[in-house]
C-alpha cells in the first residue's frame, strides 16, 4: 500500500504546484481558482504533511457528454517536497468497471458523489481534492514539459493511456528539475476554464506553492503506473 500512496502524493504536488503559480500570476482575489461555484464542496486535507489529489482526465471539456480517459493520483508531501503519481484508472483491476460506470459530471463540471466515493473505496485512499482537465489542457502541459502530444492518436484509447504515460514522466522531470525562486512560464490563461477545473481552495493553493518552492531541497518526483 505504501507505493500507491507515494504516487498519489506526488501527482497533488504538482498539481498544487501549477495552480499555484497561475493563481499567483493573474488572479486578484480570493475564492475559487477556476470560476466555479463557490458552493460546492471544498476540502481541506486532514494532514499538513500530505495532499492527496485527484486528476481525473476527459476527452473534451466543451463536449455536452465527456467521456472519462483516466485518472491518475497526484500525492503531495510535506516538508520535505516530494510529488508522486500513480495511474488509478484504467487499470487491470475489478474496480475498473465500478470506477467507469459511475462516472458522471453535473451541468457545471462538477464529479458525481458517488463516482468520487467509489474511488476512495476502491483504493482505500481518502482524496482531498480533484483536478479535472481534458485533452487540451494535457497537450499544453506536455508540450511545456517537452512531452509527447496526446490529441489526434489514432490508435484509441490504449495508445492515448501510452501516450499520456509518457507525458507524465515528462512532466515529473520538469518539476524535479525546478529550483527554489525559478521556474518556466506557463500560459494557464489558454486552460482555464474551459480545459481544466479543480476545487482546491484558492489559499490552500497558494500555501502548497510557497511551502514546495521555499527552502534548498530539490523537489523529488516519482511515478507508479
Known amino acids: 500500500m505504501r507505493k500507491p500512496v507515494i504516487v498519489l502524493t506526488i501527482i497533488a504536488f504538482i498539481a498544487c504546484f501549477l495552480i499555484g503559480l497561475y493563481l499567483a500570476e493573474i ?26 489529489i485527484l486528476i481525473i482526465h476527459v476527452d473534451d471539456l466543451q463536449a455536452q457528454s465527456p467521456q472519462l480517459v483516466s485518472i491518475w493520483g497526484l500525492i503531495v508531501y510535506f516538508p520535505d517536497p516530494k510529488l508522486i503519481f500513480q495511474r488509478v484508472y484504467p487499470l487491470d483491476m475489478l474496480e475498473n468497471d465500478k470506477i467507469e460506470a459511475s462516472f458522471a459530471l453535473s451541468a457545471g463540471k462538477v464529479p458525481n458523489a458517488t463516482f468520487l466515493k467509489t474511488l476512495n473505496k476502491s483504493l482505500n485512499i481518502v482524496w482531498d481534492n480533484y483536478i479535472l482537465m481534458d485533452t487540451q489542457a494535457g497537450d499544453h502541459l506536455s508540450a511545456w514539459s517537452g512531452g509527447p502530444v496526446l490529441s489526434g492518436t489514432e490508435a484509441g484509447q490504449e495508445q492515448l493511456i501510452t501516450v499520456e504515460g509518457d507525458a507524465v ?57
Request: include cysteine; charge should be positive.
Open 27 to 52: 488572479v486578484p482575489g480570493k475564492g475559487s481558482i477556476t470560476g466555479q461555484s463557490s458552493n460546492q464542496p471544498l476540502s481541506t486535507p486532514a494532514s499538513r504533511f500530505q495532499h492527496n
Open 169 to 225: 514522466r515528462k512532466l515529473c522531470e520538469k518539476f524535479a528539475s525546478q529550483r527554489p525562486g525559478s521556474r518556466d512560464p506557463f500560459d494557464w490563461q489558454s486552460m482555464i476554464p474551459d480545459h481544466f477545473l479543480t476545487n482546491i481552495p484558492f489559499d490552500f493553493g497558494l500555501l502548497s506553492i510557497d511551502r514546495l518552492s521555499q527552502g534548498d531541497t530539490p523537489i523529488k518526483c516519482d511515478i507508479y503506473s
